[in-house]
Protein backbone atom coordinates (compact mmCIF):
# COMPACT_ATOMS: atom_id res chain seq x y z
CA UNK A 1 0.00 0.00 0.00
CA UNK A 2 1.49 3.26 -0.85
CA UNK A 3 0.29 6.26 1.06
CA UNK A 4 0.43 9.77 -0.25
CA UNK A 5 -0.34 13.32 1.68
CA UNK A 6 -0.84 16.12 -0.98
CA UNK A 7 -0.56 19.04 0.58
CA UNK A 8 -1.30 23.02 -0.18
CA UNK A 9 0.16 25.16 2.35
CA UNK A 10 1.18 28.88 3.23
CA UNK A 11 -0.98 30.18 0.45
CA UNK A 12 -4.37 30.98 0.06
CA UNK A 13 -7.15 27.92 -0.04
CA UNK A 14 -4.87 25.50 1.97
CA UNK A 15 -5.77 22.12 1.81
CA UNK A 16 -4.86 18.46 2.41
CA UNK A 17 -5.90 15.26 0.14
CA UNK A 18 -4.50 11.72 0.82
CA UNK A 19 -4.31 9.62 -2.28
CA UNK A 20 -4.04 5.29 -1.23
CA UNK A 21 -2.52 3.17 -4.04
CA UNK A 22 -3.69 6.16 -6.83
CA UNK A 23 -7.02 6.48 -5.44
CA UNK A 24 -8.38 9.59 -3.91
CA UNK A 25 -9.82 8.89 -0.64
CA UNK A 26 -10.05 12.35 1.22
CA UNK A 27 -9.55 16.53 0.54
CA UNK A 28 -10.49 18.94 2.14
CA UNK A 29 -9.60 22.70 2.78
CA UNK A 30 -8.32 24.43 5.69
CA UNK A 31 -11.01 27.34 5.86
CA UNK A 32 -13.53 24.91 6.28
CA UNK A 33 -12.09 23.69 9.60
CA UNK A 34 -10.34 26.77 10.69
CA UNK A 35 -13.86 28.66 9.96
CA UNK A 36 -11.75 31.71 8.17
CA UNK A 37 -12.14 31.66 4.42
CA UNK A 38 -9.18 31.04 2.54
CA UNK A 39 -7.65 30.54 5.18
CA UNK A 40 -3.59 30.19 4.35
CA UNK A 41 -0.61 28.24 6.68
CA UNK A 42 0.01 24.32 7.35
CA UNK A 43 -3.27 22.57 6.91
CA UNK A 44 -2.89 20.85 10.27
CA UNK A 45 -6.92 20.28 10.12
CA UNK A 46 -7.54 19.34 7.03
CA UNK A 47 -3.95 16.60 7.32
CA UNK A 48 -6.13 15.49 10.83
CA UNK A 49 -9.09 14.95 8.74
CA UNK A 50 -7.50 13.17 5.86
CA UNK A 51 -5.69 10.85 7.84
CA UNK A 52 -9.07 9.85 10.19
CA UNK A 53 -11.21 9.37 7.13
CA UNK A 54 -8.37 7.12 5.53
CA UNK A 55 -7.78 5.25 8.99
CA UNK A 56 -4.12 5.88 8.78
CA UNK A 57 -1.57 7.39 11.35
CA UNK A 58 0.99 9.90 9.82
CA UNK A 59 3.95 7.50 10.56
CA UNK A 60 2.03 5.15 8.12
CA UNK A 61 2.39 8.10 5.22
CA UNK A 62 4.82 7.24 2.70
CA UNK A 63 4.90 10.55 0.69
CA UNK A 64 4.27 14.25 1.63
CA UNK A 65 3.53 15.74 -2.13
CA UNK A 66 3.51 19.45 -1.93
CA UNK A 67 2.60 21.73 -4.89
CA UNK A 68 5.58 23.73 -4.59
CA UNK A 69 9.14 23.81 -5.53
CA UNK A 70 11.14 26.82 -4.44
CA UNK A 71 14.04 25.54 -6.37
CA UNK A 72 11.95 25.37 -9.70
CA UNK A 73 13.08 28.28 -11.74
CA UNK A 74 15.42 29.19 -9.99
CA UNK A 75 17.84 30.82 -12.95
CA UNK A 76 15.15 32.93 -14.14
CA UNK A 77 14.38 34.52 -10.26
CA UNK A 78 17.77 35.28 -10.40
CA UNK A 79 18.41 36.94 -13.69
CA UNK A 80 15.32 39.06 -12.92
CA UNK A 81 16.39 39.91 -9.56
CA UNK A 82 19.86 41.16 -11.50
CA UNK A 83 18.39 42.44 -14.05
CA UNK A 84 15.26 44.52 -12.52
CA UNK A 85 16.77 45.18 -9.00
CA UNK A 86 13.82 44.65 -6.87
CA UNK A 87 13.26 46.68 -3.58
CA UNK A 88 14.90 44.60 -0.97
CA UNK A 89 11.81 44.20 1.17
CA UNK A 90 10.46 42.28 -2.32
CA UNK A 91 13.59 39.71 -1.73
CA UNK A 92 13.23 39.37 1.78
CA UNK A 93 9.59 38.72 1.92
CA UNK A 94 10.21 36.06 -1.35
CA UNK A 95 12.97 34.41 0.69
CA UNK A 96 10.76 33.88 3.80
CA UNK A 97 7.80 32.61 2.00
CA UNK A 98 10.18 29.99 0.40
CA UNK A 99 11.75 29.23 3.86
CA UNK A 100 8.72 27.89 4.52
CA UNK A 101 8.97 25.14 2.56
CA UNK A 102 12.00 23.91 4.22
CA UNK A 103 10.69 21.06 6.18
CA UNK A 104 7.23 20.41 5.92
CA UNK A 105 7.66 16.90 7.27
CA UNK A 106 8.77 19.12 10.82
CA UNK A 107 5.79 21.27 10.36
CA UNK A 108 3.78 18.13 10.30
CA UNK A 109 5.65 16.71 13.54
CA UNK A 110 5.09 20.26 15.43
CA UNK A 111 1.28 20.20 14.37
CA UNK A 112 0.76 16.86 15.43
CA UNK A 113 2.89 16.68 18.54
CA UNK A 114 5.12 13.75 17.68
CA UNK A 115 8.73 13.45 17.56
CA UNK A 116 9.84 14.03 13.67
CA UNK A 117 12.19 11.38 13.81
CA UNK A 118 8.70 8.73 13.66
CA UNK A 119 7.81 10.33 10.29
CA UNK A 120 9.79 9.41 7.28
CA UNK A 121 7.74 9.91 4.72
CA UNK A 122 9.69 11.14 1.33
CA UNK A 123 9.55 14.84 0.14
CA UNK A 124 8.14 15.49 -3.14
CA UNK A 125 7.30 18.92 -4.30
CA UNK A 126 6.18 19.52 -7.45
CA UNK A 127 6.31 22.83 -9.31
CA UNK A 128 3.31 24.98 -9.07
CA UNK A 129 1.59 25.13 -12.13
CA UNK A 130 2.98 21.08 -13.06
CA UNK A 131 0.89 20.72 -9.94
CA UNK A 132 -2.08 22.58 -11.00
CA UNK A 133 -1.71 20.78 -15.02
CA UNK A 134 -1.67 17.24 -12.66
CA UNK A 135 -4.68 18.65 -10.78
CA UNK A 136 -7.07 18.57 -13.76
CA UNK A 137 -5.26 15.97 -16.33
CA UNK A 138 -4.56 13.41 -14.48
CA UNK A 139 -7.84 12.96 -12.52
CA UNK A 140 -9.73 13.48 -15.82
CA UNK A 141 -11.42 11.29 -18.10
CA UNK A 142 -9.21 12.11 -20.72
CA UNK A 143 -6.34 10.37 -22.14
CA UNK A 144 -5.03 12.78 -24.04
CA UNK A 145 -5.94 16.54 -23.85
CA UNK A 146 -3.85 19.71 -24.61
CA UNK A 147 -3.69 21.60 -20.79
CA UNK A 148 -3.03 24.35 -19.64
CA UNK A 149 -2.98 26.33 -16.06
CA UNK A 150 -3.19 30.05 -15.35
CA UNK A 151 -2.93 32.08 -12.12
CA UNK A 152 -1.52 34.92 -10.42
CA UNK A 153 1.27 33.65 -9.57
CA UNK A 154 3.62 30.34 -8.32
CA UNK A 155 6.71 29.68 -8.23
CA UNK A 156 7.90 32.07 -10.37
CA UNK A 157 4.96 31.72 -13.11
CA UNK A 158 1.79 32.53 -13.95
CA UNK A 159 0.94 30.20 -17.01
CA UNK A 160 1.82 26.50 -18.35
CA UNK A 161 0.74 24.42 -20.81
CA UNK A 162 1.48 20.98 -22.71
CA UNK A 163 -0.13 17.67 -23.67
CA UNK A 164 -1.08 15.25 -21.02
CA UNK A 165 -0.76 11.66 -22.27
CA UNK A 166 -1.46 8.77 -20.31
CA UNK A 167 0.09 9.50 -16.98
CA UNK A 168 2.77 11.83 -18.90
CA UNK A 169 2.72 15.71 -18.91
CA UNK A 170 4.64 16.98 -21.60
CA UNK A 171 5.50 21.09 -20.91
CA UNK A 172 5.53 23.03 -23.97
CA UNK A 173 5.39 26.62 -22.66
CA UNK A 174 5.69 28.91 -19.59
CA UNK A 175 4.24 32.67 -19.02
CA UNK A 176 7.07 33.86 -15.96
CA UNK A 177 6.76 36.75 -13.35
CA UNK A 178 5.99 39.65 -13.37
CA UNK A 179 3.37 39.05 -16.40
CA UNK A 180 0.13 37.33 -14.42
CA UNK A 181 -3.26 37.15 -16.04
CA UNK A 182 -4.54 36.29 -12.56
CA UNK A 183 -2.56 39.43 -11.50
CA UNK A 184 -4.54 41.42 -14.03
CA UNK A 185 -7.99 40.51 -12.42
CA UNK A 186 -6.99 40.95 -9.13
CA UNK A 187 -5.69 44.47 -9.70
CA UNK A 188 -8.46 45.59 -11.46
CA UNK A 189 -10.76 43.56 -8.77
CA UNK A 190 -8.81 45.88 -5.98
CA UNK A 191 -9.59 49.35 -8.34
CA UNK A 192 -13.22 48.50 -7.80
CA UNK A 193 -13.72 48.71 -4.43
CA UNK A 194 -13.16 44.85 -3.68
CA UNK A 195 -10.15 43.93 -1.43
CA UNK A 196 -10.88 40.75 -0.19
CA UNK A 197 -9.01 37.39 -1.46
CA UNK A 198 -10.97 35.86 -3.83
CA UNK A 199 -13.58 39.08 -4.44
CA UNK A 200 -12.89 38.42 -8.06
CA UNK A 201 -16.14 35.99 -8.12
CA UNK A 202 -18.04 39.22 -7.29
CA UNK A 203 -16.66 41.58 -10.06
CA UNK A 204 -17.37 38.88 -12.79
CA UNK A 205 -21.03 38.84 -11.25
CA UNK A 206 -20.68 42.81 -11.94
CA UNK A 207 -19.12 42.88 -15.99
CA UNK A 208 -22.73 41.53 -16.68
CA UNK A 209 -24.41 45.25 -15.45
CA UNK A 210 -21.83 47.05 -18.32
CA UNK A 211 -20.81 47.70 -21.58
CA UNK A 212 -16.77 47.35 -21.99
CA UNK A 213 -16.19 50.68 -22.57
CA UNK A 214 -12.92 50.17 -21.73
CA UNK A 215 -11.59 47.74 -23.60
CA UNK A 216 -9.56 49.98 -25.78
CA UNK A 217 -7.45 51.68 -21.73
CA UNK A 218 -7.65 48.06 -20.82
CA UNK A 219 -5.39 47.19 -23.94
CA UNK A 220 -2.66 49.47 -22.62
CA UNK A 221 -2.42 47.56 -19.68
CA UNK A 222 -2.12 44.06 -21.33
CA UNK A 223 -0.89 43.29 -24.67
CA UNK A 224 -1.45 40.17 -26.47
CA UNK A 225 1.98 38.90 -28.38
CA UNK A 226 2.17 37.13 -31.21
CA UNK A 227 3.64 34.02 -30.03
CA UNK A 228 -0.37 33.23 -27.75
CA UNK A 229 1.69 34.94 -24.69
CA UNK A 230 0.67 38.18 -23.16
CA UNK A 231 2.71 40.47 -21.63
CA UNK A 232 1.72 43.36 -18.80
CA UNK A 233 2.53 47.18 -18.82
CA UNK A 234 4.26 47.72 -15.90
CA UNK A 235 4.21 50.62 -15.15
CA UNK A 236 0.49 49.93 -13.72
CA UNK A 237 1.83 47.40 -11.31
CA UNK A 238 3.35 47.71 -7.85
CA UNK A 239 4.66 43.44 -8.01
CA UNK A 240 7.65 43.49 -10.06
CA UNK A 241 9.59 46.49 -8.47
CA UNK A 242 8.84 47.30 -4.66
CA UNK A 243 6.47 43.99 -3.87
CA UNK A 244 2.75 43.67 -2.68
CA UNK A 245 2.53 43.23 1.28
CA UNK A 246 0.91 39.84 1.33
CA UNK A 247 0.25 37.72 4.52
CA UNK A 248 -0.07 33.54 3.45
CA UNK A 249 0.63 32.42 7.11
CA UNK A 250 -1.82 31.45 9.58
CA UNK A 251 -5.08 33.64 9.00
CA UNK A 252 -6.75 34.90 6.90
CA UNK A 253 -5.00 35.91 3.01
CA UNK A 254 -3.76 39.47 3.01
CA UNK A 255 -2.55 41.13 -0.62
CA UNK A 256 -2.13 44.90 -0.03
CA UNK A 257 -2.40 46.96 -3.57
CA UNK A 258 -1.16 45.59 -6.86
CA UNK A 259 -1.92 49.10 -8.75
CA UNK A 260 0.03 52.48 -9.01
CA UNK A 261 -1.69 55.80 -9.15
CA UNK A 262 -0.90 55.17 -13.03
CA UNK A 263 -4.04 52.83 -13.41
CA UNK A 264 -5.87 55.82 -12.15
CA UNK A 265 -4.75 58.46 -14.86
CA UNK A 266 -5.81 55.45 -17.58
CA UNK A 267 -9.43 54.71 -15.56
CA UNK A 268 -10.48 57.77 -13.48
CA UNK A 269 -10.50 57.18 -9.57
CA UNK A 270 -10.60 53.74 -8.14
CA UNK A 271 -13.92 53.34 -5.84
CA UNK A 272 -13.73 54.05 -2.51
CA UNK A 273 -14.99 50.68 -0.86
CA UNK A 274 -18.04 52.43 0.56
CA UNK A 275 -18.89 53.89 -2.70
CA UNK A 276 -22.20 52.83 -4.10
CA UNK A 277 -21.41 50.91 -7.68
CA UNK A 278 -22.24 53.16 -10.49
CA UNK A 279 -22.23 52.79 -14.44
CA UNK A 280 -18.58 53.45 -14.63
CA UNK A 281 -17.57 50.78 -12.34
CA UNK A 282 -19.92 47.94 -14.15
CA UNK A 283 -17.79 49.42 -17.80
CA UNK A 284 -15.00 48.68 -16.11
CA UNK A 285 -15.64 45.31 -14.72
CA UNK A 286 -17.16 44.40 -18.16
CA UNK A 287 -14.38 45.72 -20.06
CA UNK A 288 -11.48 43.78 -17.54
CA UNK A 289 -13.86 40.62 -17.76
CA UNK A 290 -13.74 41.30 -21.80
CA UNK A 291 -10.02 42.06 -21.36
CA UNK A 292 -9.41 39.02 -19.86
CA UNK A 293 -11.46 36.63 -22.16
CA UNK A 294 -9.32 38.20 -25.21
CA UNK A 295 -6.04 37.05 -23.23
CA UNK A 296 -7.39 33.85 -22.42
CA UNK A 297 -8.83 32.74 -25.39
CA UNK A 298 -5.40 34.22 -27.06
CA UNK A 299 -3.32 31.64 -25.27
CA UNK A 300 -5.72 28.59 -25.51
CA UNK A 301 -6.25 29.00 -29.30
CA UNK A 302 -2.27 28.72 -29.78
CA UNK A 303 -2.16 25.71 -27.34
CA UNK A 304 -5.00 24.42 -29.45
CA UNK A 305 -2.67 25.14 -32.90
CA UNK A 306 0.00 23.78 -31.31
CA UNK A 307 -1.06 20.53 -29.63
CA UNK A 308 -3.89 20.05 -32.45
CA UNK A 309 -5.94 18.47 -29.86
CA UNK A 310 -9.87 18.88 -29.11
CA UNK A 311 -9.58 17.83 -25.34
CA UNK A 312 -8.55 20.62 -22.92
CA UNK A 313 -7.65 20.34 -18.93
CA UNK A 314 -8.05 23.24 -17.39
CA UNK A 315 -6.58 24.29 -13.75
CA UNK A 316 -5.35 27.32 -12.07
CA UNK A 317 -7.31 30.16 -9.82
CA UNK A 318 -8.17 31.41 -13.73
CA UNK A 319 -9.78 28.35 -14.30
CA UNK A 320 -12.30 29.61 -11.53
CA UNK A 321 -13.49 32.22 -14.17
CA UNK A 322 -16.90 30.37 -14.93
CA UNK A 323 -17.78 33.24 -17.57
CA UNK A 324 -15.01 32.93 -19.56
CA UNK A 325 -14.96 29.03 -19.15
CA UNK A 326 -18.30 28.82 -20.80
CA UNK A 327 -17.34 30.23 -23.82
CA UNK A 328 -14.48 28.13 -24.51
CA UNK A 329 -16.74 25.99 -27.33
CA UNK A 330 -17.60 28.92 -29.18
CA UNK A 331 -14.27 30.75 -29.18
CA UNK A 332 -11.65 27.76 -29.56
CA UNK A 333 -11.36 24.58 -31.01
CA UNK A 334 -11.83 22.99 -28.05
CA UNK A 335 -14.62 20.45 -27.87
CA UNK A 336 -14.06 18.86 -24.44
CA UNK A 337 -12.88 20.40 -21.22
CA UNK A 338 -12.38 19.47 -17.53
CA UNK A 339 -11.80 21.69 -15.00
CA UNK A 340 -11.70 20.09 -11.58
CA UNK A 341 -13.64 20.97 -8.50
CA UNK A 342 -11.16 22.68 -6.84
CA UNK A 343 -9.32 24.31 -9.57
CA UNK A 344 -7.66 26.82 -7.66
CA UNK A 345 -4.81 26.72 -5.27
CA UNK A 346 -6.69 24.10 -2.74
CA UNK A 347 -6.55 21.82 -5.85
CA UNK A 348 -2.89 22.02 -5.89
CA UNK A 349 -2.41 19.12 -3.49
CA UNK A 350 -4.40 16.87 -5.57
CA UNK A 351 -2.05 17.36 -8.35
CA UNK A 352 0.49 17.20 -6.11
CA UNK A 353 -0.55 13.95 -4.53
CA UNK A 354 -1.14 12.04 -8.21
CA UNK A 355 1.48 13.61 -9.82
CA UNK A 356 4.14 11.22 -7.36
CA UNK A 357 2.01 8.32 -8.10
CA UNK A 358 2.06 8.74 -11.89
CA UNK A 359 5.74 10.45 -12.46
CA UNK A 360 7.44 9.38 -9.26
CA UNK A 361 6.29 6.27 -9.29
CA UNK A 362 5.35 5.65 -12.74
CA UNK A 363 2.06 4.08 -11.95
CA UNK A 364 -0.57 4.11 -14.56
CA UNK A 365 -3.88 5.95 -14.10
CA UNK A 366 -7.11 4.88 -12.67
CA UNK A 367 -8.92 7.54 -11.23
CA UNK A 368 -11.12 10.29 -12.82
CA UNK A 369 -12.91 12.38 -10.13
CA UNK A 370 -16.15 13.02 -11.23
CA UNK A 371 -18.22 14.15 -7.93
CA UNK A 372 -16.72 16.15 -5.42
CA UNK A 373 -17.76 15.20 -2.44
CA UNK A 374 -14.36 14.05 -0.15
CA UNK A 375 -14.89 16.20 2.56
CA UNK A 376 -16.08 15.09 6.15
CA UNK A 377 -19.62 13.03 6.93
CA UNK A 378 -21.41 12.75 9.76
CA UNK A 379 -23.12 9.26 10.72
CA UNK A 380 -26.82 8.74 11.29
CA UNK A 381 -26.38 8.92 15.10
CA UNK A 382 -24.14 11.74 15.17
CA UNK A 383 -26.62 14.10 13.65
CA UNK A 384 -29.04 12.37 16.02
CA UNK A 385 -26.95 13.58 19.06
CA UNK A 386 -26.43 16.83 18.39
CA UNK A 387 -29.67 17.11 16.74
CA UNK A 388 -30.67 16.17 20.66
CA UNK A 389 -28.19 18.40 22.04
CA UNK A 390 -29.74 21.56 20.36
CA UNK A 391 -33.56 20.23 20.99
CA UNK A 392 -34.34 22.72 23.72
CA UNK A 393 -33.01 25.77 21.73
CA UNK A 394 -34.79 24.53 18.67
CA UNK A 395 -38.30 24.51 20.79
CA UNK A 396 -37.52 27.67 22.02
CA UNK A 397 -37.51 29.41 18.11
CA UNK A 398 -41.01 26.95 17.47
CA UNK A 399 -39.42 24.49 15.44
CA UNK A 400 -40.60 21.59 14.74
CA UNK A 401 -38.54 18.20 14.36
CA UNK A 402 -39.43 15.02 11.63
CA UNK A 403 -36.97 12.47 11.44
CA UNK A 404 -38.27 10.57 7.96
CA UNK A 405 -37.20 6.91 7.76
CA UNK A 406 -38.40 6.85 4.15
CA UNK A 407 -35.55 8.82 1.23
CA UNK A 408 -38.67 9.65 -0.98
CA UNK A 409 -40.70 10.71 1.54
CA UNK A 410 -38.01 13.38 3.07
CA UNK A 411 -37.58 14.26 -0.76
CA UNK A 412 -41.47 14.48 -1.22
CA UNK A 413 -41.55 16.70 2.18
CA UNK A 414 -38.62 19.34 1.27
CA UNK A 415 -39.35 19.82 -2.36
CA UNK A 416 -43.21 20.90 -1.30
CA UNK A 417 -41.68 23.33 1.25
CA UNK A 418 -39.45 24.96 -1.51
CA UNK A 419 -42.41 24.94 -3.93
CA UNK A 420 -43.87 26.64 -1.54
CA UNK A 421 -41.31 29.19 -0.88
CA UNK A 422 -39.09 28.12 1.89
CA UNK A 423 -35.30 28.83 2.29
CA UNK A 424 -33.92 25.40 2.74
CA UNK A 425 -30.93 24.04 4.35
CA UNK A 426 -29.55 20.88 2.92
CA UNK A 427 -27.08 19.22 4.77
CA UNK A 428 -26.26 15.76 3.47
CA UNK A 429 -23.03 13.33 3.50
CA UNK A 430 -19.54 14.18 2.64
CA UNK A 431 -18.86 18.21 2.03
CA UNK A 432 -17.93 19.50 -1.03
CA UNK A 433 -13.93 19.68 -2.48
CA UNK A 434 -13.81 23.16 -4.03
CA UNK A 435 -15.72 26.57 -3.51
CA UNK A 436 -18.92 25.14 -4.65
CA UNK A 437 -21.90 23.90 -2.93
CA UNK A 438 -22.74 20.89 -4.78
CA UNK A 439 -26.10 19.31 -3.18
CA UNK A 440 -24.28 18.70 0.77
CA UNK A 441 -23.84 21.68 2.03
CA UNK A 442 -26.32 23.75 -0.02
CA UNK A 443 -29.36 26.31 0.52
CA UNK A 444 -31.69 25.68 -1.80
CA UNK A 445 -35.00 27.27 -2.82
CA UNK A 446 -37.69 27.98 -5.41
CA UNK A 447 -35.91 29.32 -9.06
CA UNK A 448 -39.32 30.34 -10.21
CA UNK A 449 -40.23 32.74 -7.72
CA UNK A 450 -38.91 36.82 -8.94
CA UNK A 451 -38.63 37.58 -5.49
CA UNK A 452 -36.21 34.93 -4.07
CA UNK A 453 -33.08 36.15 -4.92
CA UNK A 454 -34.04 39.50 -2.41
CA UNK A 455 -35.80 37.09 -0.17
CA UNK A 456 -32.76 35.15 0.16
CA UNK A 457 -30.59 38.27 0.68
CA UNK A 458 -32.84 39.80 3.25
CA UNK A 459 -32.77 36.15 4.81
CA UNK A 460 -29.54 34.86 5.12
CA UNK A 461 -26.61 35.95 2.24
CA UNK A 462 -26.63 39.41 2.29
CA UNK A 463 -25.10 39.56 -1.06
CA UNK A 464 -24.39 42.50 -3.20
CA UNK A 465 -27.56 43.10 -5.50
CA UNK A 466 -25.55 42.42 -8.60
CA UNK A 467 -24.53 38.74 -7.79
CA UNK A 468 -26.17 35.91 -9.30
CA UNK A 469 -27.71 32.84 -7.88
CA UNK A 470 -26.83 29.24 -9.58
CA UNK A 471 -29.12 26.93 -11.12
CA UNK A 472 -29.11 22.85 -10.15
CA UNK A 473 -30.73 21.28 -13.15
CA UNK A 474 -31.30 17.55 -13.56
CA UNK A 475 -28.79 16.35 -16.20
CA UNK A 476 -31.32 14.83 -18.84
CA UNK A 477 -33.20 18.17 -18.62
CA UNK A 478 -30.28 20.36 -19.73
CA UNK A 479 -30.64 21.09 -23.52
CA UNK A 480 -34.07 22.00 -22.88
CA UNK A 481 -33.43 24.63 -20.49
CA UNK A 482 -29.93 25.61 -21.78
CA UNK A 483 -27.82 26.68 -25.28
CA UNK A 484 -26.05 23.64 -24.46
CA UNK A 485 -26.14 20.14 -24.01
CA UNK A 486 -22.97 19.73 -21.67
CA UNK A 487 -21.95 18.23 -18.31
CA UNK A 488 -21.04 20.64 -15.72
CA UNK A 489 -20.85 18.97 -12.43
CA UNK A 490 -18.65 21.18 -10.62
CA UNK A 491 -20.54 24.36 -11.64
CA UNK A 492 -17.55 25.96 -13.18
CA UNK A 493 -19.13 26.91 -16.60
CA UNK A 494 -21.95 29.45 -17.17
CA UNK A 495 -24.06 28.73 -20.07
CA UNK A 496 -27.20 30.89 -21.30
CA UNK A 497 -30.41 29.77 -20.07
CA UNK A 498 -32.47 29.58 -23.81
CA UNK A 499 -34.43 32.79 -24.31
CA UNK A 500 -38.28 30.65 -23.80
CA UNK A 501 -37.35 29.69 -20.08
CA UNK A 502 -35.79 32.83 -18.78
CA UNK A 503 -39.13 34.06 -17.33
CA UNK A 504 -39.50 30.69 -15.55
CA UNK A 505 -36.56 30.75 -13.29
CA UNK A 506 -35.81 34.06 -12.79
CA UNK A 507 -34.45 33.95 -9.47
CA UNK A 508 -31.52 31.96 -11.34
CA UNK A 509 -31.36 34.07 -14.58
CA UNK A 510 -28.85 36.59 -14.49
CA UNK A 511 -29.44 40.15 -15.77
CA UNK A 512 -27.50 39.43 -19.33
CA UNK A 513 -30.16 35.53 -19.64
CA UNK A 514 -26.97 33.38 -18.33
CA UNK A 515 -26.92 30.88 -15.84
CA UNK A 516 -24.04 29.16 -13.73
CA UNK A 517 -25.43 25.68 -13.94
CA UNK A 518 -24.42 22.59 -12.05
CA UNK A 519 -25.79 19.35 -13.97
CA UNK A 520 -26.47 16.09 -11.56
CA UNK A 521 -26.67 12.85 -12.52
CA UNK A 522 -28.39 10.24 -10.62
CA UNK A 523 -25.48 7.92 -9.79
CA UNK A 524 -23.63 11.44 -8.64
CA UNK A 525 -25.58 12.06 -5.99
CA UNK A 526 -28.75 10.09 -5.56
CA UNK A 527 -30.45 12.16 -2.79
CA UNK A 528 -30.13 15.42 -4.46
CA UNK A 529 -31.28 14.27 -7.47
CA UNK A 530 -34.21 12.86 -5.61
CA UNK A 531 -35.00 16.02 -4.46
CA UNK A 532 -35.13 17.79 -7.75
CA UNK A 533 -37.26 15.61 -9.74
CA UNK A 534 -39.84 15.64 -7.02
CA UNK A 535 -39.62 19.57 -7.38
CA UNK A 536 -40.02 18.14 -11.05
CA UNK A 537 -42.80 16.67 -10.67
CA UNK A 538 -44.77 19.06 -8.36
CA UNK A 539 -43.76 21.90 -10.63
CA UNK A 540 -42.63 20.91 -13.92
CA UNK A 541 -39.11 22.97 -13.61
CA UNK A 542 -36.40 20.66 -13.36
CA UNK A 543 -33.99 23.46 -11.35
CA UNK A 544 -33.40 24.47 -8.27
CA UNK A 545 -31.63 27.34 -7.05
CA UNK A 546 -28.54 26.19 -5.10
CA UNK A 547 -26.19 28.39 -3.18
CA UNK A 548 -23.56 27.33 -0.32
CA UNK A 549 -24.85 26.96 3.02
CA UNK A 550 -23.32 29.86 4.85
CA UNK A 551 -23.60 33.60 5.72
CA UNK A 552 -20.37 35.32 5.29
CA UNK A 553 -17.83 32.91 6.65
CA UNK A 554 -16.67 29.49 4.88
CA UNK A 555 -19.26 26.69 3.78
CA UNK A 556 -20.53 24.55 6.90
CA UNK A 557 -18.66 21.56 7.54
CA UNK A 558 -20.17 20.34 10.59
CA UNK A 559 -24.03 19.60 11.77
CA UNK A 560 -23.46 22.24 14.86
CA UNK A 561 -22.31 24.82 12.12
CA UNK A 562 -25.79 24.13 9.92
CA UNK A 563 -27.70 24.89 13.10
CA UNK A 564 -25.71 27.61 13.91
CA UNK A 565 -26.28 29.11 10.55
CA UNK A 566 -30.13 28.38 10.72
CA UNK A 567 -30.33 29.77 13.99
CA UNK A 568 -29.17 33.17 13.42
CA UNK A 569 -30.29 33.64 10.10
CA UNK A 570 -34.20 33.67 8.78
CA UNK A 571 -33.62 30.26 7.00
CA UNK A 572 -37.13 28.29 6.80
CA UNK A 573 -36.24 24.34 6.82
CA UNK A 574 -33.15 22.64 7.75
CA UNK A 575 -32.68 19.31 6.40
CA UNK A 576 -29.82 16.89 8.36
CA UNK A 577 -29.41 14.05 7.00
CA UNK A 578 -32.91 12.57 7.39
CA UNK A 579 -33.78 14.97 9.77
CA UNK A 580 -36.41 17.98 8.91
CA UNK A 581 -36.50 21.04 10.67
CA UNK A 582 -38.66 23.52 10.06
CA UNK A 583 -40.01 27.03 11.82
CA UNK A 584 -43.49 26.57 12.76
CA UNK A 585 -44.69 30.21 13.13
FE1 LIG B 1 -1.93 28.70 -8.37
New binding site residues.
Given amino acids: MTIILGINAY?ADSSACIVIDGQLVAAAEEERFRRIKHWAGFPSEAVRYCLREAGVGLEEVDWIAI?RNPKANLSRKILFTLTNRPSFSLVVDRLRHAAHWANPTRALADAFGVEETLLRPRLCPVE??LA?LASSFLVSPFEEAAVV?V????DFLSAMWGVGRGSHIEVRGRIFFPHSL?LFYQAITQYLGFWKYGDEYKVMGLAAYGEPGFLDRMHEIVCLNVDGTYKLALEYFRHHAEGVEMVWDGGEPVCGRIFTPKLEELLGPAREKDEPIGERHAAVAASLQAMYEQAFFHLLNHVQRETGLRKLALA??CAMNSLANGKIFERTDFEDTYIQAAA??AG?AIGAAFAVWHHELGRVRGFVMDRAYWGPAFSDAEIEEIVKRYRPRFEAEGCVIRRFDDEELLCEEVAERIAEGAVVGWFQGRMEWGPRALGNRSILCDPRRPDMKDILNRKIKRREPFRPFAPAILREHVAEWFETDYDVPFMLQVFRIRPEKRARIPAVTHVDGTGRLQTIRREQNPRYYRLIEAFYHKTGVPVVLNTSFNENEPVVCRPEEAIACFLRTKMDALVLGDVLIWRSQ
Fill in positions: HNHHHSDGFGGGGGDG
